[in-house]
């Protein structure tokens, strides 16, 4: 299956209602999808657009594609590229799929609700979704210090409805 960015034509990007249309057929899971914009997003498309136009200008001649060579040609295969700004920035061996886990691990760390994050990424499934959202040491610290003092909370909640018995009756004086 083809790249589901690197296939993105200028007639699946609404500016206006600030969404991106993934046609069926055309992802990984067969159904199309829709995703919404961020301001990162915008920008980005909105950089790209301007991108485009310069080359369309420059060509004479209508670029579909929302990501193309200098010469208009579409993106195939970008991973020398990827390598070469990987390294430029002190990263090198990272790999694009890296950027899905990161986005989905950054989804639920920010509370977006499971379900609705396995839509925007396009997984159907539980298992597929939990392949991505992996659980850090980090993430069992910060687990752990969210849930300091509940036991104690608790107690202190239920200690004042739960009867306690002494010497053969319990705490509202009626004997047993």
């Known amino acids: 299956m083809p790249s589901e960015v690197l296939t993105l034509s200028w007639r699946q990007i609404d500016f206006a209602g600030e969404t991106v249309r ?25 950089a790209q657009r301007e991108y ?9 001649r209508v670029i579909p594609l929302v990501w193309c060579w200098d010469d208009g040609s579409p993106i195939r295969d970008f991973r020398g590229s990827w390598r070469t700004a990987c390294r430029a920035v002190g990263v090198p061996g990272r790999v694009v ?3 899905r886990r990161s986005a989905i691990r950054n ?14 990424a396009g997984h159907r499934t539980r298992s597929i979704f939990d392949r991505y959202a992996i659980v850090s040491e980090g993430d069992l610290v910060n687990a752990a210090a969210r849930l300091e003092g509940v036991a104690s909370a608790h ?15 319990d705490v509202s004086g009626t004997d047993e």
């Open 107 to 120: 989804m639920v760390k920010r509370g977006v609700p499971e379900r609705v994050a396995m839509q925007l």
């Open 155 to 169: 107690a202190d909640t239920t200690a004042s409805a739960t009867p306690t018995r002494r010497k053969g009756r």
């Open 52 to 60: 485009v136009r310069a080359i369309e200008r420059r060509l004479g």
């Open 22 to 46: 993934l046609d069926p057929g055309k992802t990984k899971s067969g159904e199309g999808r829709v995703f919404p914009f961020t301001v990162e997003l915008r920008q980005i498309l909105e």
């Open 97 to 99: 799929h890296d950027f």
